[in-house]
C-alpha cells in the first residue's frame, strides 16, 4: 500500500540534541552526587525518562522524588538548546518537501509535550504536523509500538500506510512491531544497530517524497 503519512521522532532525527541531553543529564544527575557517562547515556536511547531514572537513582534517590529530577533534566535541557538551536541538517527542507507531496506528518516521541513544541517552534514549522504524540500521551515506552500507533491513529492513516523515521534501535524496533515502514537515521546509532530497519540514511537530505513513495511499495 502507498505510504501516506511520515512519523518523526524528535531527538537526534530533527534537532542534533546528543550533547545537550547529555550535558543536561551529567548537569542534574551530578547534582545528587550520581556520575553519569557518555556511554552509559548512548545505552539509554529511544528509552523515557522514567525507566532512565528507575535505573541510575534506585540506590540515590527516593522513587517519589523522580518526577522532580526529570522536570529539572529536562528544564536544564531546554536552557541549552534555546541558546543555539541545533537543527539537524535537512529537517526543514524535508518537512516542507513532504507536507508540499501532500504527505500527513506526525512527531512521535519519549520526549516532554515542552521538549517537542520547542523543537517545532524553533524550526518554525509546527503548523505542518497535523498529529504530535509525546511522553505525556503513552504508557509505555519504546521498543513498545504504542507512541506510533497513537500517532497514526490521529491521524487517521492505517499504520501499513505510515513509515517512521528514528535515530534510536529501540525506535526503529517499535516502528516495526507497528507494522510501520521504518526508516533509521544513522548518527547516534551505527548502520549495524539500525540494519532491521527497512532503510538505513546517513542523513535526511538522502529522503525525500520519492524515496519514501518508492520504499512504501517495497515494503508492502
Same mark, same amino acid.
Given at each position: 500500500?502507498?505510504?501516506?503519512?511520515?512519523?518523526?521522532?524528535?531527538?537526534?532525527?530533527?534537532?542534533?540534541s546528543y550533547q545537550? %541531553?547529555?550535558?543536561?543529564?551529567?548537569?542534574?544527575?551530578?547534582?545528587?552526587?550520581?556520575?553519569?557517562?557518555?556511554?552509559?547515556?548512548?545505552?539509554?536511547?529511544?528509552?523515557?525518562?522514567?525507566?532512565?531514572?528507575?535505573?541510575?537513582?534506585?540506590q540515590h534517590v527516593?522513587?517519589?522524588? %523522580?518526577?522532580?529530577?526529570?522536570?529539572?533534566k529536562e528544564a536544564?535541557?531546554?536552557?541549552?538548546?534555546?541558546?543555539?538551536?541545533?537543527?539537524?541538517?535537512?529537517?526543514?527542507?524535508?518537512?516542507?518537501?513532504?507536507?508540499?507531496?501532500?504527505?500527513?506528518?506526525?512527531?512521535?516521541?519519549?520526549?516532554?509535550?515542552?521538549?517537542?513544541?520547542?523543537?517545532?517552534?524553533?524550526?518554525?514549522?509546527?503548523?505542518?504536523?497535523?498529529?504530535?504524540?509525546?511522553?505525556?500521551?503513552?504508557?509505555?515506552?519504546?521498543?513498545?509500538?504504542?507512541?506510533?500507533?497513537?500517532?497514526?491513529?490521529?491521524?487517521?492513516?492505517?499504520?501499513?500506510?505510515?513509515?517512521?523515521?528514528?535515530?534510536?534501535?529501540?525506535?526503529?524496533?517499535?516502528?516495526?512491531?507497528?507494522?510501520?515502514?521504518?526508516?533509521?537515521?544513522?548518527?547516534?546509532?551505527?548502520?549495524?544497530?539500525?540494519? %532491521?530497519?527497512?532503510?538505513?540514511?546517513?542523513?535526511?537530505?538522502?529522503?525525500?517524497?520519492?524515496?519514501?513513495?518508492?520504499?512504501?511499495?517495497?515494503?508492502?
Amino acid at each position: 500500500m502507498p505510504i501516506q503519512a511520515v512519523i518523526f521522532d524528535v531527538d537526534g532525527v530533527l534537532v542534533d540534541s546528543y550533547q545537550a %541531553h547529555l550535558q543536561s543529564w551529567q548537569q542534574m544527575l551530578a547534582e545528587h552526587g550520581i556520575e553519569f557517562t557518555e556511554d552509559q547515556f548512548r545505552a539509554t536511547f529511544g528509552r523515557t525518562s522514567a525507566d532512565i531514572l528507575k535505573d541510575l537513582c534506585r540506590q540515590h534517590v527516593a522513587e517519589n522524588e %523522580h518526577g522532580a529530577l526529570d522536570d529539572r533534566k529536562e528544564a536544564l535541557y531546554r536552557e541549552i538548546i534555546r541558546k543555539e538551536f541545533p537543527a539537524l541538517e535537512g529537517a526543514v527542507e524535508l518537512i516542507d518537501a513532504l507536507s508540499t507531496a501532500g504527505f500527513a506528518l506526525a512527531v512521535g516521541s519519549s520526549g516532554p509535550p515542552e521538549n517537542i513544541e520547542l523543537t517545532l517552534d524553533c524550526l518554525d514549522r509546527a503548523e505542518k504536523f497535523a498529529a504530535c504524540v509525546t511522553r505525556t500521551d503513552v504508557t509505555r515506552g519504546k521498543p513498545d509500538p504504542q507512541v506510533f500507533e497513537i500517532a497514526a491513529a490521529r491521524l487517521g492513516v492505517p499504520p501499513a500506510r505510515c513509515c517512521v523515521v528514528e535515530d534510536a534501535p529501540a525506535g526503529v524496533e517499535a516502528a516495526n512491531r507497528a507494522e510501520m515502514t521504518s526508516i533509521g537515521l544513522t548518527g547516534t546509532a551505527t548502520r549495524a544497530e539500525l540494519a %532491521h530497519a527497512d532503510l538505513v540514511v546517513d542523513g535526511l537530505r538522502q529522503l525525500s517524497p520519492e524515496v519514501i513513495r518508492r520504499l512504501g511499495s517495497q515494503t508492502c
